[in-house]
């Protein structure tokens, strides 16, 4: 309704806020996340005319985020809504003429597949699933869509209870599980089965599966989306179809699987995930991401590709010294299209079959927490794609492959930033003390920051580890700006977009000289003078809970700390984590009991006894990525340390803690309410 309702007055919005453009009268609320808009996946119409796109917003009164599809031509014009309600309208793809938008809802109460058709703008429910569709895709024919969806198998049984007297209420059934991995961020505990492949006609019907097996084609395991070859007679996906799938669930391979019979042939054979599958348009060739796994800690995500059949396998992106992801053949097939993060900028790139690289335009993202940016194209060379800036979260823009440069066709978030006014962001480089490497980072001043004066300082640690912060829009780091803050966020040691051999020096010993590089970054900002050197915070967020707690046990320097979701024990990490299958012989040399002094030298705990600092944890009961038992455990060893500490549980939440807006909220205030009780009084 709220997405309805900024329809119908977009004139009226427009023409108030261009007279109250540079007003900014006040800094950005905690309660703005409630207004704040997210533009993503892009759909561009085969013709080129029309974009298709997913805005999702919040629902300040179920305390949800819900999404529905809205529609803009590509020179802007006929901005509107297609769907509307408090419902979560996701996934919209072109129907190969153009005339009809597949798409997934839970408008009627479950995750169902529908279909909107542009002419009439007549909607059409197409299945009754009992289990939620994903990775829906048109044949290219346009007569038979593509899906995902959980096939349940019963659970494992050992026993069969008597049955309870009539009119007797008794508990509910113990569960049993056999399977490695019985819970999933993000999906709570799973359901017995596996993902598997199905087809149904365009015009709804009865669903037919195409894959068989005990294996997962899917999610959660595989990232990848089933893709039609042109002649519509095969389905090419990634899936780990391997004996031992469950202990080593990256080890995807390439399959071929036939629409008829559900026949399957292997397309590629080596060790290690290879994923995200492109046919050319030609039928002629296969582009895929991946790697042969070396079972390192990092390893850099490159572009291949192959005959139809699998045959002439080579990397074309191996001068690339920078990852590889979302792969498209331009629609000549005269190279690939792809997304990568060079610097903390996420860029969209071209490289050609003998693997020359050209960089198209960067900031390509979404903001707000959304997932990476996207990007779509027509044959005509038009594509439609997010971009995201510091100061403007992510918005619709289009452009043409013979002239990049970009025009925005969206502005979903001007109604709630023309009169805020945001914290200003500095690109910083600086040597770390470790081994002069250089390192990026960036920082948010306070919206009124007066270089004069001196301001109390937060070091904000991203997670990942194995990740990269950069010039894209922060609300959370915003907020504490407005609160009053300087904020430093950096790229230590570790980070990804910097190449394979930076991302790899924390191969087998993290957490470690990251420390130097944090440090570091802290004295470069004291340095510049309006700092106050003793009204210094640190906190961050899984990885970056970690390295706060390696921070404050290595360092007395920050008045308060507060770790979010962090790993404080590797050994009980690795055997509760929904990720420990594949932790433990990469991000370690083996299991905990082969290797206990490894496991140990690197646990929190064993700096846990130099910890001075007022700290608060903080995790989501629901989080079984770094499950909560980490934070109770760092806890309780701060309490009999007799540290000033606090153990905040956020119900319902899995790892981020952002599920419900109100969370969300929560946790940010959380932060900036410890950091602000621990505030040295100003002097008068």
């Known amino acids: ?73 590509f020179d802007g014009t006929e901005h509107h809504a297609l769907t509307s309600g408090n419902f979560n309208d996701s996934a919209p793809r072109w129907s190969p003429d153009g ?25 059409a429910k197409l299945t009754s699933l009992t289990a939620a569709p994903s990775g829906a895709n048109w044949s290219p024919d346009g007569k038979w869509i593509s899906f995902t969806m959980l096939v349940p198998e019963a659970p494992p049984a050992i026993i069969k209870m008597p049955p309870p007297p009539e009119g007797a209420k008794w508990a509910d059934p113990a569960k049993v599980t056999d399977r490695l991995v019985y819970r ?171 693997g020359t690289v050209k960089k198209l335009l960067g900031n390509v993202g979404s903001g707000l927490g959304a997932p990476q940016g996207s990007v779509s194209f027509a044959k005509n060379g038009a594509f439609a794609i997010t971009l995201c800036h510091p100061h403007r979260p992510g918005d619709i823009a289009v452009g043409t492959v013979a002239k990049p440069a970009t025009q925005f066709l969206t502005a979903i978030n001007d109604d709630v930033l023309s009169d805020r006014k945001l914290g200003q962001v500095e690109e910083i480089w600086y040597e770390s003390a470790k081994d002069k490497r250089k390192i990026q980072g960036w920082i948010i001043k306070p919206p009124d920051f007066d270089p004069a004066k001196k301001y109390p300082l937060i070091l904000e640690i991203h997670g990942g580890p194995f990740a990269n912060y ?45 420390f130097y590089d944090l440090n570091s970054g802290v004295d470069a900002v004291i340095a510049k003078g309006y700092v106050d050197p003793e009204q210094l915070y640190v906190t961050g967020g899984s990885g970056g809970g970690v390295l706060t707690c390696w921070m404050i046990g290595r360092s007395n320097r920050f008045r308060a700390a507060v770790s979010n979701y962090p790993v404080i024990n590797w050994t009980s990490f690795v055997l509760t984590s929904d990720i420990g299958n594949f932790t433990h012989n990469r991000w370690f040399p083996g299991l905990p009991w082969e290797h206990e002094q490894n496991y140990a030298s690197r646990s929190l705990l064993s700096v846990v006894k130099n910890v ?72 008068k």
């Not at 005339?99 to 909607?123: A, H, I, V």
């Open 1 to 73: 309704m709220r997405c309805m309702a900024k329809c119908l007055m977009w004139t009226c919005l427009m023409v108030l806020f261009s007279g109250l453009a540079g007003a900014q009268t006040r800094p950005l609320s905690v309660m703005d996340i409630f207004n704040l808009e997210v533009a993503v996946d892009p759909q561009l119409s085969p013709d080129g005319t029309r974009i298709v796109y997913v805005r999702q917003f919040c629902d300040i009164m179920t305390d949800q985020r819900k999404s529905n599809l809205w529609m803009v031509n």
């Open 184 to 354: 999933f961020n993000g999906l709570g505990y799973l359901k017995p089965g596996y993902a598997q492949v199905f087809v149904v006609p365009a015009e709804g019907g009865t669903p037919r599966q195409v894959t068989q097996g005990k294996f997962h084609h899917g999610a959660p395991f595989n990232a990848s989306d089933a893709v039609w070859t042109p002649d519509g007679k095969y389905l090419i996906l990634a899936a780990n179809r391997g004996e031992n799938a469950e202990f080593d669930f990256i080890d995807t391979n390439i399959y071929e699987f036939s629409v008829a019979d559900g026949k399957v042939r292997a397309l590629t054979t080596r060790k290690g995930p290879e994923r995200s599958p492109a046919v050319s348009p030609d039928g002629k060739m296969i582009a895929f991401v991946g790697f042969e796994d070396r079972y390192q800690s990092y390893q850099e995500t490159k572009l291949s590709v192959m005959d139809r059949e699998g045959g002439n396998q080579r990397v074309i992106s191996a001068k690339w010294d920078r990852d590889v992801e979302a792969p498209q053949w331009a629609p000549d097939g005269s190279g690939i299209y792809f997304l990568s993060d060079s610097e903390g900028n996420t860029g969209l790139y071209f490289i050609t079959l003998d």
């Open 612 to 683: 001075k600092t007022p700290t608060m944890v903080m995790c989501g009961e629901e989080d079984y990525r770094t499950p909560i038992s980490e934070a109770e455990q760092y806890y309780q060893a701060l309490k009999l340390l007799g540290v000033e500490s606090v153990l905040v549980r956020v119900p319902n939440e899995p790892h981020g803690i952002r599920v419900r807006p109100s969370h969300h909220i929560s946790k940010i205030l959380h932060v900036i309410g410890w950091f602000d009780q621990h505030r040295k009084a100003e002097k």
């Open 99 to 123: 005339k009809s938008l597949l798409f997934q809802s839970n408008r009627d109460g479950s995750p169902q597949l529908y279909c909107y058709r542009t002419e009439d703008r007549q909607m």
């Open 470 to 514: 950069g010039d894209r829009f922060d609300v959370e780091k915003q907020l504490m700006a407005a609160a009053g803050y300087v904020v430093l966020y950096t790229n230590p040691r570790g980070s990804t977009s910097y190449g394979e051999e930076f991302s790899a020096l924390i191969h087998h010993a993290y957490p470690g000289d990251d």
